[in-house]
């Protein structure tokens, strides 16, 4: 039973356009929300995070909403860069939580 | 250099066999965590340390895996009697306070299992 969803696998983006990638959630004790991108045979890289007392949070080119009662989050990209191509993760944790739960991955793709 | 580092970085085993996969967290960080990334999929916890002690591994799949951090700085990953679904990526994190939410997870390059 996956706690945390990403229903796209993958997604193609014009560069200098917005790139929007979704995530939805059924654990309501989730509390904390995070993004994380992957290059190949990397690690996984910390990008964004945000509470559930928060509806957005902006850093740069990144911003990541969080619609609480749709148990929804998006990150987006603007404008979009050819190096922001890779693997990202959505991931959840109640807040004093030791574990992060991980949906499964887009792939973003943006075309130069 | 500064990051979490794994060694081997690619491991094939035959079927039965034992393998130990190792885990150099940043220095200085308390805690430690390990996950197992199957192909396609996102990463799923295995276990935490804070310090040298196990603290939740509620996430292990069998009593084959065991995990070990003896002096709190380096892990070990053990599994005993491969099998072919543990092929995978095995991704290392470390934390450099005790597990919340705000503390960022570093993540290692992972060592890719393959059990033939």
């Known amino acids: 039973d996956q706690q945390v969803k990403q229903n796209s696998p993958s997604l193609s983006v014009q560069e200098g356009r917005i790139s929007i990638l979704n995530c939805d959630y059924t654990?309501?004790?989730?509390?904390?929300f995070l993004w994380y991108k992957k290059y190949p045979a990397e690690g996984p890289t910390f990008l964004i995070s945000?509470?559930?007392?928060?509806d957005k949070n902006e850093d740069g080119r990144f911003t990541v909403f969080l619609n609480k009662s749709a148990k929804h989050l998006s990150l987006h990209i603007v404008p979009s860069q050819p190096g922001d191509s890779a693997v990202y993760f959505c991931?959840?944790?109640?807040?004093?939580?030791?574990?992060?739960?991980f949906g499964a991955g887009t792939i973003l793709r943006v075309k130069s | 250099g500064a990051g979490v580092s794994q060694s081997p970085r690619y491991k094939v085993a035959k079927r039965g066999q034992d393998v130990a996969l190792r885990c150099d967290p940043i220095?200085?960080?308390?805690?430690l965590f390990w996950y197992q990334q199957a192909l396609g999929q996102g990463p799923e916890f295995l276990t935490y340390?804070?310090?040298?002690?196990?603290?939740?591994k509620s996430g292990l799949p069998s009593d084959r895996f065991f995990a070990e951090r003896p002096e709190g700085s380096v892990s070990t990953l053990k599994i005993q009697r491969t099998q072919q679904e543990d092929s995978a990526v095995y991704l290392c994190?470390?934390?450099?306070?005790?597990?919340?939410?705000?503390?960022?997870?570093?993540f290692g390059p992972g060592t890719r299992l393959l059990v033939l």
């Open positions: 340390f804070q310090n040298e002690a196990q603290l939740d």
């Open positions: 220095s200085g960080h308390v805690s």
């Open positions: 994190a470390s934390s450099l306070a005790r597990a919340r939410p705000l503390e960022t997870q570093y």
């Open positions: 991931a959840a944790t109640p807040e004093y939580g030791n574990k992060l739960v």
């Open positions: 945000i509470s559930s007392i928060k």
């Open positions: 654990n309501s004790m989730f509390d904390y």
